[in-house]
């Protein structure tokens, strides 16, 4: 019930907000600052998307070795491409990550593990999104202010929130009750916060996953700002940055379709507050999904070449199939005796098998061994067969 209600309403809610902030601000600026994507823009897009997928990538590497799975970085680069690709052409945002996650936990045999291993992947590069947003924030401009300017859209925001999260409650709740799914939910917890500690909280990893992740923050927020100068922001860095890393930090939640929704909303928001202009907000948001979007076509590259190979794959295990089906009735349908490794061999000279004539000296199998009733009521006697010497 949770998952149908989650379903039914994170479309709607992405929509809602993006409705609303193009009904708002109008769609003039939008387009404007659209048209200015140029190679140039391409080309910003590519140096600064690039990197970050590579780092990305290599945090995922280390969070699975240090769980005990071998992973190499060239499959790693083309898997997230790929979910890049997913998140960016699909609903919720997070479709292609748990694409990812479910075929490299079959990839390894332990779809738990594989998993965990991208959710904790995620999960760090997320606690440094939202380190950096406080930091920010706390030593840049204040934006309580948004408060009093937005009581009413924040007030209605606040009670769906809310209304969803109790019912959720409610309903996890009721489907915890039997001891068998509690005790399955416990474990699961368990081993999470155990693969937690070993891959993200150990000595030997955290410093590796806390600078993988800087550096694809930064190649993020470099390609937000590369958007913000292209939808025609001429703000100082310090004063774009903070309501850039709130949208960047938005946009984890999987509330979006393919990213678009409170990314906007709050790029416009947090625009309109640090008094840069909603529209202008609204219009970075939008280029740079064009451009996220732009960054992921690799990964529509690689989802095409490993469907021809899956589709030439089945193909070529059809014609093996047909052929040995073929190659069976032309055996009439019996199968046929394989060679002795050891070559033919010969019967020896008084063999129990061997033909008693001696003519052709060829090897016949025991046909059959059959009783013949003894007259007299004796005993039933053995028929005498070329093998009976053998079986006596």
């Not at 949770?2 to 309403?9: F, V």
């Not at 019912?167 to 399955?184: D, N």
């Not at 860095?237 to 903070?242: E, S």
């Not at 625009?271 to 907000?281: I, R, T």
Request: overall charge positive.
């Amino acid at each position: 019930m949770t998952r149908r209600l989650w379903r039914g309403l994170r479309v709607p809610i992405a929509v809602g907000i993006l409705v609303a902030v193009l009904y708002r601000l109008g769609t003039s600026e939008l387009l404007d600052a659209l048209g200015r994507i140029d190679a140039r823009a391409v080309l910003l897009t590519f140096l600064f998307s690039v990197p970050a997928t590579v780092f990305s990538a290599g945090r995922w590497v280390v969070v699975s070795q240090r769980l005990g799975v071998r992973m190499r970085l060239r499959t790693a680069v083309a898997d997230y491409y790929q979910a890049l690709f997913l998140n960016a052409t699909l609903p919720s945002g997070v479709l292609g990550d748990v694409h990812r996650a479910v075929r490299h936990g079959k990839d390894n045999g332990d779809v738990g593990r594989g998993v965990r291993a991208v959710l904790l992947e995620r999960t760090a590069g997320q606690v440094v999104v939202v380190a950096a947003s406080l930091a920010v924030l706390g030593a840049g401009t204040s934006y309580l202010p948004v408060l009093g300017a937005y009581r009413m859209q924040l007030a209605v925001f606040a009670v769906l929130v809310a209304a969803i999260g109790a019912v959720a409650a409610v309903c996890v709740v009721r489907a915890r009750r039997s001891p068998a799914e509690r005790a399955g939910w416990q474990c699961s917890l368990a081993a999470f916060f155990a693969d937690a500690r070993t891959a993200l909280l150990a000595r030997d990893s955290w410093p590796g996953v806390l600078g993988l992740s800087v550096l694809a923050l930064a190649g993020h927020l470099s390609l937000f700002l590369a958007a913000a100068r292209v939808a025609g922001a001429t703000a100082p860095l310090a004063v774009l940055v903070p309501p850039l890393l709130l949208a960047l930090l938005v946009m984890a939640l999987p509330v979006n379709i393919g990213g678009w929704g409170p990314r906007e909303g709050v790029c416009a928001l947090a625009f309109g507050v640090a008094g840069l202009g909603a529209a202008q907000g609204l219009a970075a948001a939008v280029v740079y999904g064009a451009l996220a979007l732009l960054s992921s076509l690799p990964g529509a590259g690689v989802l095409a070449l490993r469907m021809v190979a899956a589709r030439r794959s089945r193909r070529e295990e059809v014609q093996l199939e047909e052929h040995v089906f073929a190659e069976w009735e032309d055996a009439g349908g019996r199968p046929q005796g394989l060679p002795h490794p050891d070559g033919a061999r010969e019967p020896q000279a008084g063999h129990a098998v061997a033909d008693h004539d001696g003519r052709d000296r060829h090897v016949e199998p025991v046909q059959h061994v059959r009783a013949q009733e003894s007259g007299h009521g004796r005993a039933p006697a053995l028929h005498h067969h070329p093998a009976q010497t053998a079986l006596r």
